[in-house]
């Protein structure tokens, strides 16, 4: 499947997404994390934060901006900006392609639209957090031009993984 090929539209979620987007993170976190998180504490996390009713919780939120990747009318990416009021910061909290689907340049249209959204929201940067096992997310993030200035411990379920922040200076 190429990008001449394939019709693949960008869009805001709504309420329809809640499902896909569950499948869309519980794929992409099966591929990427269980080398290092096991498959227990990978659900136990996605159950507790992205269920239903969480999904619904976000989607109601100010600060919170998420869209949709479709190809072909079927949701394949997602992408969660969260705006934090209190550090003044915009957190690309989530950016996720399905793995079938990560050869189309998806994921960095999606990191084009997180760049546009932080600027019209009047930040100069973004800021990331990426598992630092996770190498081909982290490698991905260092090529477009992300520095990690913190190491942090990240919980999910049983397991404490390092986890890396980065930022961004967002140009013109």
Same mark, same amino acid.
């Given at each position: 499947?190429?990008?001449? =090929?394939?019709?693949?539209?960008?869009?805001?979620?709504?309420?329809? @997404?809640? &499902?896909?987007?569950? !499948?869309?993170?519980?794929?992409?976190?099966?591929?990427?994390?269980?080398?290092?998180? &096991?498959? @227990?504490?990978?659900?136990?996390?996605?159950?507790?934060?992205?269920?239903?009713?969480?999904?619904?919780?976000?989607?109601?939120?100010?600060?919170?901006?998420?869209?949709?990747? =479709?190809?072909?009318?079927?949701?394949?990416?997602?992408?969660?900006?969260?705006?934090? @009021? =209190?550090?003044?910061?915009?957190?690309?909290?989530?950016?996720?392609?399905?793995?079938?689907?990560?050869?189309?340049?998806?994921?960095?249209?999606?990191?084009?639209?997180?760049?546009?959204?932080?600027?019209?929201?009047?930040?100069? !940067?973004?800021?990331?957090?990426?598992?630092?096992?996770?190498?081909?997310?982290?490698?991905?993030?260092?090529?477009?031009?992300?520095?990690?200035?913190?190491?942090? &411990?990240?919980?999910?379920?049983?397991?404490?993984?390092?986890?890396?922040?980065?930022?961004?200076?967002?140009? !013109?």
């Amino acid at each position: 499947m190429t990008m001449n =090929e394939t019709k693949i539209l960008f869009r805001p979620w709504d309420k329809n @997404d809640f &499902p896909h987007v569950y !499948d869309i993170l519980k794929k992409s976190w099966d591929s990427a994390y269980s080398s290092f998180v &096991p498959k @227990d504490d990978l659900d136990f996390y996605l159950n507790q934060n992205y269920n239903l009713s969480k999904l619904e919780e976000l989607y109601n939120k100010h600060s919170v901006f998420c869209f949709v990747a =479709e190809v072909d009318g079927k949701a394949v990416g997602w992408l969660k900006l969260s705006i934090s @009021d =209190e550090e003044k910061k915009n957190y690309l909290s989530s950016i996720y392609v399905l793995p079938d689907f990560q050869k189309l340049k998806i994921g960095q249209r999606l990191m084009t639209i997180a760049f546009t959204k932080a600027k019209e929201n009047g930040f100069p !940067d973004i800021w990331i957090g990426v598992m630092e096992k996770n190498i081909p997310a982290l490698e991905w993030y260092k090529k477009i031009g992300f520095v990690f200035v913190e190491n942090l &411990p990240f919980k999910m379920g049983k397991t404490t993984i390092s986890h890396l922040i980065g930022v961004k200076e967002i140009l !013109d």
